[in-house]
């Protein structure tokens, strides 16, 4: 059993040290001759036993004689938490590089791949008392109507909803990527908006009204939105110019933004925003599944792949 | 005469600077090399690289007046009378192979040797015994491996060859070669002596012995490795078929006939290590200079303080008489059914102690009595007192985690 530790491990560490890959050698003759069922008479296991007994000796004579007396027992503990552990962290990878966390999708422990945790990061929406707990596997499209929101609907198998905040710096900074996907991968798109940080409501009826008269203008006006500079968007003084610098009619929509009908439907889209049991944006829908929070690009693309990578 | 005490300056490996210097304890296997060994060996490298007794330059005379200057030097250090007897080989295990495929054996020929021979002295019988069918004889030791004389005595009878270690690497046991050879004479029988651990610890006077044969090897004696002697008396020599013809052991050939050359020449084929014998030569001006009474006190001294500490230690059994004074440089032991490679790994590993564990050669000995292996010290005079005492501390570390 130890050979087959020292074979993996020496075998890693070969790659880069010369020393090491006699060892693996060794360590491959060892496992090799126990495969075939021959003893293994090279004195290798000896070796790093006593490698190991010469580093302890000196500082605990009765931990010496105890790694001594168990080393076989020792050795396949060691052996079992290598291999979970080994398993534990292509897990981990296999969960980075698919749902953007070691820890799984939306799991916001600590990851070694992504220590800031800038993947699952979200702003926070500021729910007193919320029915439903705020917990990853609580949110859902499940009964939530979203036909009052804007939709690009080109008859696709697949269905991309990006729930965002055009204040919000992770909404921000995962729409370009949904924008790509849902380009390249022909994906149905809807855009709904949740006002989870600053005075966006107004944004939100804005676009709102523009999709209701020009629809054919929503699309670059809610890219606007999420590329141009916060703090100028935000400033309702630019409200005007930003619908000039469409050709829009201003007073039209300035008129209909005003309107009760806009302020309910704009009301009652959060109400049904908050049947999803969002706790943060971004939350992104691929095919029902939600992601929270900015997922690189791959972690959408393989989400939406039949095989993961393709 | 050298102070023994001042000869490890004289051993590059032992003056290290920046690094923890080994505690050596390994020469039966491989003597260390002091300094004049080597830079006589580079010299013949830098100076006068060419070959002896064919080339007629400068440089090649040069290198056949060192060799015969290294023969004559052998010559007096053992005591031939000629140095016509004087034969370079590779190794000792050359030398006994000369003297098994040389020799006129015939079928049911009896060859004598002990129970505890180095593979060298074993195999090459075993070998002949399938190829023509002589008897190999194994005499059995005194139960502490001491020599059984009486016994000899009756097993000698009818016997051609007595061929046996001298000094055993395995315990450090000296036979009483003259009266082995005494009474082998007495039974009209030829004696090979197998000299490769006897020769670095204790003089030897082949005359005085009147051995028929006898071989070492240069590496055990200070000198270079890949060099041997083999010695023989002249009218037994001149009788013996050379082992490896070609090169270098011919006075003339034709497409049908062939000369060979006299003594030494015809038993030293092909191009020889004249670097290495250079090198031993420079090893037995060194060994001329250091007294041989001395040298056994030193490893006697060594010998006994190790014997001592071990016997306090009941786990511990020594191969070999208890007595140090028999056992030259050697103390060979081993823990009942523990593994001693693990010995010799911690030592290395935790005090740069090098000490040879296994069977060192010797598998029938091992084998005959059921001993997994052994962890064996070999000593010589540039070892200290001080350097047994960390071996004896870092063994009984050991001890205490293995029992």
Known sequence: MPCLIALIIFGIMGIFSASHRALAKEAFSCVFKRVTLRPCNSDFKEKIKSKILSKLINRSLFMTRMVNKHYEILSWIFFILMVGSTIWVLRGGYNFYVYGSCNGLNESGFCAFDPSGENNKVTELDLSCPITPQIEKNVTLNNVDLSSFTTQNINSKDDVVLIGCYACDYSRKAYPDILKLVKNKKANFTFAHYPAKGNTTVLAETAYCINKDYPDKFWDFNNYLFTEDLNYILDINNSDSILEHFNLDVEKINECINSKETKNIIENQVKELNKTNIYGTPTVFINGKAFVGPKPYRVYRSAINKFIFF | ?403
Request: glycine fraction near 6%; proline fraction near 3%.
């Open chain 2, 1 to 403: 005469m050298k102070d023994l005490n001042k000869t490890r300056e004289e051993f590059k490996i032992l003056n290290k600077e920046n690094s923890e210097n080994p505690i050596y304890f390994d020469s039966a296997c491989m003597s260390l090399k002091p300094n004049q060994v080597v830079e006589a060996m580079n010299d013949y490298y830098y100076n006068f690289p060419a070959c002896a007794g064919r080339s007629s330059h400068k440089l090649g005379d040069k290198v056949t007046e060192k060799i015969k200057e290294t023969r004559d030097l052998i010559k007096k250090f053992i005591n031939a009378k000629s140095e016509k007897e004087i034969i370079f080989t590779r190794n000792t295990t050359e030398g006994i192979n000369l003297l098994s495929n040389g020799f006129s054996f015939q079928k049911g020929d009896v060859v004598l040797i002990t129970d505890r021979e180095h593979n060298s002295n074993l195999v090459p019988w075993l070998v002949l015994r399938d190829k023509i069918g002589i008897e190999l004889r194994v005499l059995p030791s005194r139960e502490d491996n001491t020599f059984d004389l009486e016994k000899y005595n009756e097993m000698v009878k009818g016997v051609k060859l007595v061929s046996m270690v001298y000094t055993s690497n395995l315990d450090g046991v000296t036979i009483p070669a003259k009266e082995i050879i005494d009474i082998a004479h007495k039974n009209g029988a030829l004696v090979f002596l197998d000299a490769a651990q006897t020769i670095p610890h204790r003089k030897i006077d082949v005359k005085d012995l009147d051995v028929d044969f006898l071989a070492f090897s240069g590496h055990k004696m200070l000198g270079p490795t890949g060099t041997g002697v083999f010695y023989g008396k002249e009218n037994l020599l001149e009788k013996l078929s050379p082992f490896l013809v070609g090169g270098d052991t011919v006075e003339y050939t034709t497409y049908t006939d062939y000369k060979m050359l006299e003594l030494p020449e015809k038993f030293e084929a092909g191009l020889q290590d004249y670097a290495g014998i250079i090198g031993l030569g420079e090893a037995v001006k060194y060994l001329n200079n250091l007294d041989y009474t001395l040298i056994q006190k030193h490893e006697f001294e060594l010998n006994k303080y190790i014997t001592d500490e071990i016997s306090k230690l009941p786990q511990i059994k020594i191969i070999g008489p208890l007595d140090p004074n028999l056992r030259s440089g050697i103390v060979n032991f081993y823990v009942e059914n523990t593994d001693m490679h693990k010995f010799a790994l911690m030592l290395d590993n935790m005090a740069n102690i090098s000490i040879r564990s296994g069977q060192h050669c010797v598998h029938s000995y091992f084998e005959s009595r059921k001993i997994k292996n052994s962890a064996r010290l070999s000593l010589y005079f540039y070892n200290t007192i001080a350097e047994a005492e960390t071996f004896i501390n870092n063994l009984n570390k050991i001890i205490k985690i293995i029992s």
